[in-house]
């Protein structure tokens, strides 16, 4: 889950992107039965915040935790997929799946996208990745949790639609956009039904 500044676009009424993605994830969890799930959230840096559990209480305690810029002020794509490959390379699981949620362009961390996903591949793990937010100028608030301080104002951007296609293809994943909190909780579900 990226947690860089932009989630708190609030282009996904009434929060933001953060907070509707993390509502859509708890969701996610509260429906799978004894499939081990892990964390790794990223922004400038990545974290694992839970490896690969069926502890699915601590797994969301962990989740509502999270914080935007916890990590820093980046977006280290790359960093994600390969902290969550190293926690998914042990796995016995027939099946290895990641899901990759960003609303941002990889512009931080030492290991490129391309580079994680192709190392993902090769131990067997499939990548969906969702871009998630509108392309369209949107409010932004967030507070830098080193500092205290708030940040207002507007913010226009979007992810790196073309290098989340990528990494989904390259895996035998699928790439999603999620313009709207409607069509998150729809990606999710057509992942779970997969």
């Not at 989630?7 to 907070?19: C, G, I, L, W």
């Not at 998630?132 to 507070?143: L, P």
């Not at 913010?155 to 313009?179: P, R």
Request: avoid cysteine; charged fraction near 25%.
């Amino acid at each position: 889950l990226d947690e860089s500044p932009s989630m708190a676009a609030r282009d996904f009424a009434p929060v933001n992107r953060f907070e509707t993605a993390r509502d859509t994830i708890r969701r996610f969890v509260e429906r799978r039965e004894n499939d081990p799930i892990g964390l790794v959230s990223f922004s400038k840096d990545s974290a694992l915040r839970v490896p690969p559990t069926t502890d699915y209480d601590k797994l969301i305690e962990s989740l509502n935790g999270l914080q935007i810029m916890d990590l820093g002020d980046g977006t280290a794509i790359g960093m994600g997929i390969a902290l969550g490959a190293l926690h998914l390379r042990s796995s016995s699981a027939s099946d290895k799946v990641m899901i990759l949620l960003t609303d941002g362009k990889n512009n931080a961390g030492d290991v490129l996208p391309a580079t994680a996903a192709r190392v993902a591949t090769e131990l067997g793990i499939r990548i969906y990745t969702i871009g998630i937010g509108s392309e369209s100028q949107t409010k932004i608030e967030f507070e830098n949790p080193e500092t205290g301080q708030v940040y207002r104002g507007t913010f226009e951007g979007g992810f790196d639609e073309q290098l989340l296609q990528n990494i989904a293809e390259l895996s035998g994943g699928a790439y999603f956009y999620a313009g709207t909190s409607g069509t998150l909780e729809s990606v999710f579900e057509a992942i779970d039904s997969i």
